[in-house]
């Protein structure tokens, strides 16, 4: 754990973008860093900047219920995002923020040497998976890398504005639940 700790305490005294003049909070990650699934997705949002965990606003609400219903809580993953600050209005991270942090992203998948990432959205899913990736054809397929099992599902912020993309997403987690028994996980 000590390692986390130096990694974050590192991380907190970034300047390598101006995402951090307008933080509240610093949102470095969540969950169980020991657990081999890990959770990316593209930067917190207001309440995460309030409160320093990602994904604690209505999406993440939703998110929680999600993984709930295949048996899934913070103590079975990570989470964490590619930006660790609160992009101004939640617009989407622009290229050179996301790179900016992508060495503390690299580092936190590292240490936590996930089996599984799955990537909420397409941000994450281009920035991990693939840069042409397209999350509306894509969605639940999986790739290895390097050892590990990498896939995307539609961001939960998404899901709360187009609920037409739940019966999807749903058969998308089945598919992560059966990888996560396949992995013994």
């Known amino acids: 754990m000590e390692s986390w700790q130096k990694l974050q305490a590192a991380c907190e005294q970034c300047r390598s973008c101006s995402l951090w003049e307008g933080r509240t909070h610093l949102v470095f990650g969540d969950g169980n860093p020991e657990a081999k699934l890990m959770l990316v997705g593209e930067g917190p949002g207001e309440q995460e900047d309030l409160q320093g965990i990602p994904f604690v606003g209505p999406a993440g609400k939703l998110l929680d219920q999600m993984l709930e219903i295949i048996d899934l809580t913070r103590r ?18 622009l290229a050179e923020e996301q790179e900016a942090c992508m060495v503390w992203l690299r580092q936190q998948i590292a240490l936590a040497e996930p089996k599984i990432i799955l990537c909420l959205g397409r941000i ?20 290895q890398r390097e050892g590990v099992w990498l896939s995307a599902i539609y961001h939960p912020s998404a899901l709360l504005r187009d609920v037409g993309k739940r ?15 396949e992995l013994k996980l």
């Open 124 to 143: 994450a899913a281009q920035r991990l998976i693939d840069p042409d990736y397209r999350i509306s054809r894509e969605h639940g397929q999986w790739v």
């Open 76 to 93: 079975d993953y990570y989470i964490a995002n590619i930006v660790k600050c609160r992009p101004p209005r939640n617009r989407d991270p």
């Open 167 to 181: 019966p999807e997403t749903f058969d998308d987690l089945l598919s992560l639940r059966d990888k996560c028994r």
